[in-house]
């Protein structure tokens, strides 16, 4: 036998001896009710564990012999939760912060993007590739990545394609591959070539039926990006597993994704769960997949089934059901333990047969250090002024009493409600920012570096309304652009330049003074903070916002303005 043969030798060796009760085991779970997700049924039982994985259910406890036993007290035993599809980025902490926040909430395993920081590392995309999966398997979850299909150059993509963990190409850019783009070709053949997964992306009713077909015709494996029900139908009648998502700025959509499967009582197969874009303060106050299985079994879905959308759905989609997605022997031991299946209570979470959270703490967390990641800012708007933000009509009455402006609307992302064209008061040639007697603050959206004429987009917004002073924050990808939220262009002006002379931040300003800041020192886009430091940081933002007016509802200030970034990517509003 060569190495690896032998290595195969004495496990499955060993397996057999610990059956025979000749050798110990690592685990026994006893008095537990467990999940059976294949027959959809609940049965009292045990589950003994060795070397990470699951080697018997139900063994005879006169026989084996084990190290250490757990009584789980009659509680259910489910499998680890998996979220399909989330953007590392879009929560602003590195991998150690998010497993603090995400594995006590019962997930042990994510399919991650991580196009946004590669993009914003850009010519050192591979370097950073490299330090963000370093030491993965350390975590206390089990991390599978994309390479980027878009944001980033082919080479970099390429090169990512190689590392571990990554098994395939994260999501396309719509604008591109629609187009014929001859980068997406060869990134698609270099995945395919790799046998790897492919991640689709753009809702699939904004989508022309020819290039609706060529997705899953090049081997597109999945689709995250459905909206409504035409969405829904469509995603599965073209053969893509689909994914429901509830990240930042979706919390009536998921509901409408819900309802729809509900009504038109579709297989429930054809679905996996999945965040794409969640803060920390939700993982933390509301939950993760533990919280949209509840809301599933709420809206209608069966318990069993809403389960299967985070477990066994999920890894069949990316071929893993050998390895993860349920308990039975040969598979990882990832375990929840919960008091209830339609109310997930993650009480006890195992990750490969070893408890890592408790009641909602984590229990166990790898030691890695990413201040290497983080840059110093590099300034760009030293020649801003503030006349640059105040708001330009884009068309004025006939009478010269209103004007025509943008409106944009943070609850609007994804739909053609995000940015409208809309009739404002005008009075002495200037801008009134109220639409129908209600007031708003405004919005400015400004490039950070310019090549001749800085690119600047100019309106009202609805989201974060302000009495006086100035809210802004930065993201660089695809490419660097500002956000400010405020009443008055120079205090604008003045807040954006505080958060120019940072990699990233979120900063609030208030006559000149600096109220609050969140910096994002890895690359502009991850706090280098422990979850809660991240937490205050951003709660410190909300707080000094409610002093100038603000009242906000759900996410936390500095996560609702960075999901705007997605939205005016996709509606072609930055350059």
């Known amino acids: 036998m060569n190495a690896e043969e032998t290595v195969h030798y004495d496990k499955v060796r060993a397996i057999y001896a610990i059956l025979q009760g000749e050798r110990e085991a690592d685990l026994l779970l006893k008095n537990l009710n467990i999940l059976d997700v294949h027959g959809e049924t609940v049965y009292q039982g045990s589950i003994l564990v060795y070397d990470k994985r699951i080697v018997a259910l139900n063994p005879d406890e006169s026989v084996v012999k084990v190290k250490e036993v757990f009584d789980g007290k009659g509680l259910y035993a489910i499998p680890g939760l998996i979220d399909a599809h989330i953007h590392f980025e879009s929560q602003l902490a590195h991998p150690t912060a998010l497993a603090e926040a995400m594995v006590p909430c019962g997930t042990t395993t994510i399919y991650s993007e991580c196009l946004d920081l590669l993009s914003a590392a850009g010519e050192e995309g591979v370097e950073a590739a490299e330090n963000l999966f370093r030491d993965h398997d350390k975590l206390p979850y089990r ?166 959308m985070a477990t066994l759905n999920t890894a069949r989609s990316f071929h893993m059901e050998d390895r993860i997605g349920s308990l039975t022997p040969g598979r990882f031991a990832d375990i929840v333990l919960t008091d209830s299946l339609s109310k997930i209570n993650p009480l006890y979470v195992f990750k490969d047969g070893e408890l890592v959270a408790k009641d909602r703490k984590i229990l166990k967390n790898a030691a890695i250090d990413y201040s290497g990641m983080c840059k110093k800012g590099v300034p760009g708007l030293n020649d801003l002024t503030p006349d640059q933000l105040d708001i330009v009509p884009l068309e004025v009455s006939e009478d010269g009493k209103s004007a025509k402006v943008y409106l944009f609307d943070v609850y609007g992302r994804g739909h053609a409600k995000f940015y409208q064209e809309v009739w404002v008061p005008l009075k002495d040639g200037r801008i009134v920012p109220e639409v129908d007697g209600v007031k708003y603050s405004r919005l400015s959206v400004v490039q950070r570096y310019a090549e001749g004429q800085r690119h600047i987009v100019n309106g009202l917004f609805k989201g974060v309304s302000l009495d006086r002073g100035a809210v802004a924050t930065f993201w660089p990808a695809p490419k660097p652009y500002f956000v400010i939220v405020g009443e008055e262009s120079a205090e604008m002006c003045h807040c954006v330049k505080q958060v120019d002379s940072h990699a990233g931040a979120c900063i609030v300003t208030d006559g000149g003074v600096e109220k609050a800041a969140l910096p994002l020192e890895i690359y502009g886009v991850m706090a280098n903070m422990t979850v809660s430091e991240l937490t205050a940081a951003a709660s410190s933002i909300d707080a000094a916002l409610e002093d100038l007016g603000n009242r906000n509802e759900g996410e936390p200030v500095v996560n609702k303005l960075l999901s705007l970034f997605i939205s005016l990517h996709r509606f072609r509003l930055m350059h």
């Open 143 to 308: 991390l599978y990545a994309f390479a980027p299909g878009k944001k980033v150059s082919a080479a970099v993509t390429n090169r990512v394609l190689d590392m571990e963990p990554v098994i395939g190409l994260g999501e396309f850019e719509h604008f591109t591959y629609s187009s014929g783009n001859d980068d997406d070709f060869r990134k698609a053949a270099w995945v395919r070539a790799r046998g790897g997964f492919m991640n689709g992306h753009w809702g699939v009713t904004a989508l022309s039926d020819m290039v609706l077909n060529y997705l899953p015709a090049i081997g597109c494996s999945n689709n995250h990006d459905v909206w409504n029900e035409k969405d829904i139908e469509k995603s599965i009648r073209y053969g893509f597993p689909t994914h429901i998502k509830f990240g930042v700025g979706s919390a009536e959509v998921i509901k409408v994704l819900l309802r729809a499967i509900v009504d038109r009582k579709w297989p429930t197969d054809n679905f996996m769960l999945c965040t794409d874009n969640i803060s920390v303060e939700r993982l933390l106050t509301q939950g993760h997949m533990d919280w949209i299985i509840s809301l599933c079994a709420e809206m209608g879905i069966n318990p069993i089934h809403a389960i299967k």
